[in-house]
């Protein structure tokens, strides 16, 4: 195209503009969000000076480019914009299970937090029921004290009339 007179120029830039189009719509299949893609793809162009062309490429309807990312959510790509592309993808995607992970940590949290309000709850219980058992078994040493006294008490007493002599 470059080096074509103005009247080639013309039908070289319809073929490249038809070629490119078409190429766009045999990438287009390949977006299929429901399938798990996503919503765009990528278009790679191996040479600079290609792409260059085809940023500065416009037909009737407008630019190439626009016609490739606006209509049919292709992104053409250099060789030098590729791996920032790439990248920011990259980052999107594990911004994505940081984000899935913060979620799963806080529901993590939160039934946590309902255990620890369960276990207050049975320790309050279970300290409530010592209390009572420890005063329930203070008044069972105190009944048993007492018994045991008045055990004795009765022991002494039983030994002493033994002493007495008997009556004839």
């Not at 830039?13 to 919503?39: C, L, M, S, W």
């Amino acid at each position: 195209m470059v080096e074509a007179s103005e009247e080639e120029y013309e039908k070289m830039k319809a073929e490249f503009i038809r070629n490119v189009k078409n190429h766009i719509e045999k990438i287009t299949k390949y977006i299929q969000p429901e399938r798990g893609t996503f919503d765009f793809a990528f278009m790679y162009i191996p040479s600079e000076t290609i792409f260059y062309s085809l940023l500065i490429c416009e037909d009737k309807e407008g630019s190439l480019f626009n016609y490739a990312w606006s209509k049919k959510k292709i992104l053409p790509v250099s060789p030098q914009s590729l791996f920032a592309y790439l990248r920011t993808i990259l980052l999107g995607l594990k911004g994505k299970a940081i984000e899935r992970n913060a979620s799963y940590i806080l529901k993590s949290v939160e039934g946590m937090s309902k255990t620890l309000e369960n276990l207050r709850i049975k320790f309050e219980r279970a300290a409530t029921q010592l209390k009572y058992t420890r005063t329930n078994f203070e008044e069972a040493k105190d009944y048993l004290d007492k018994f045991e006294n008045e055990f004795k008490s009765l022991a002494k007493l039983n030994v002493e009339e033994s002493q007495l002599p008997e009556d004839k």
